[in-house]
């Protein structure tokens, strides 16, 4: 691991204009980094970067940086940081809600208005994965934020992990259950979860590869999470997009869902060739990526993604015109 963080620091070159911001929410102290505008004039907004699943820094291993480079160009400042227990972040990310995520991506938009300036016009949250279960409520409120953009959302958490593990699963040369069977297992753990037993209880029911600790509370504490009535109710310019290669999420049952429930402040793209992330399928086949990924990731830089994601966001961006007022 130290081997790869030595390897990604020579290949990402240094981000300039970085300025560390810190705030609070409840007992965590949060650190992130906001860069202005590439230009040097003033920002057209600023947009706030709402991590996924998992411990990840402010720029998410290198995977954000290609990201602002191309926003940043555009005119736009962004801000991010490292997730409680990560990096310069105190606390655990593991023993939060949904609730308690989105209450931090609120306590991250009232520091970052609070030291440049910026009005909820012209500030915007850009939520990936997980982010779908805690960024639409703010949107939902339109007070804090004028504008969002989701990338690989969905609604309710169960059945995002039944797709998520039968796919898991299909790609496993060495499973031998059937579809069935793999549903009726997964379905009878949500059962399980409903009664909320305890972790030691966890432990003697399952069977193979036990969640830790923390992951089982995480989960426990998280699992009815759904999106659908946020997502009914939001009342800011919003793009949401999803990758046609997506792996963990069904893209096409999320695309067609808001297509069928439309709400006339959505505007929703699925990515031709798209992964879960909207890193080109071609380039990056695997649901997981690795150290060859990420190297590669970092070489490639916006040719990384799929084609249309570039363009679909910066176009939007152009047409919905977030301006200082």
């Known amino acids: 691991m130290l081997r790869f963080l030595l390897l990604f620091t020579l290949l990402v070159p240094f981000t300039v204009m970085a300025e560390t911001l810190e705030f609070s929410n409840g007992s965590d102290q949060l650190v992130g980094e906001y860069l202005a505008a590439s230009s040097g004039k003033q920002a057209k907004g600023v947009i706030l970067f709402v991590h996924g ?95 969002l953009i989701g990338i690989g959302f969905a609604r309710n958490w169960v059945d995002q992990g039944r797709y998520h593990s039968l796919q898991k699963h299909a790609s496993d040369l060495l499973s031998l259950q059937s579809k069935e069977e793999l549903v009726e297992e997964y379905d009878q753990s949500i059962e399980f979860f409903r009664s909320q037993p305890s972790y030691d209880t966890y432990l003697k029911e399952t069977d193979s590869f036990p969640m830790e600790k923390d992951r089982y509370g995480f989960v426990l504490r998280n699992y009815r999470a759904d999106s659908s009535q946020q997502l009914s109710t939001i009342k800011v310019p919003t793009l949401l997009l999803w990758g046609d290669k997506d792996q963990n999420v069904d893209a096409r049952s999320e695309y067609a869902w808001l297509k069928q429930n439309p709400n006339p402040y959505i505007t929703n793209h699925l990515i031709v060739d798209g992964t879960h992330s909207l890193l080109n399928h071609y380039l990056f086949p695997n649901r997981e990526l690795g150290l060859k990924d990420w190297l590669k990731m970092v070489l490639y830089e916006e040719d990384a993604f799929a084609d249309e994601f570039f363009p679909t966001v910066m176009g939007w961006l152009d047409r919905r015109g977030a301006l200082r007022e």
Do not use: C, H
């Open 53 to 147: 699943d998992g411990a990840s820094r402010y720029d998410a291993d290198g995977y954000f940086d290609i990201i602002w480079d191309q926003l940043r160009d555009k005119g736009y400042a962004v801000f991010s940081w490292d997730k409680p227990g990560v990096g310069r972040s105190s606390g655990n990310w593991l023993n939060q809600s949904m609730q308690d995520r989105q209450e931090e991506v609120e306590a991250a938009i009232k520091a970052v208005q609070a030291q440049y300036g910026y009005s909820a016009k012209n500030t915007g949250l850009i939520g990936f994965s997980q982010a779908g279960w805690v960024v639409p409520d703010i949107a939902k409120k339109n007070q804090q934020i004028g504008f």
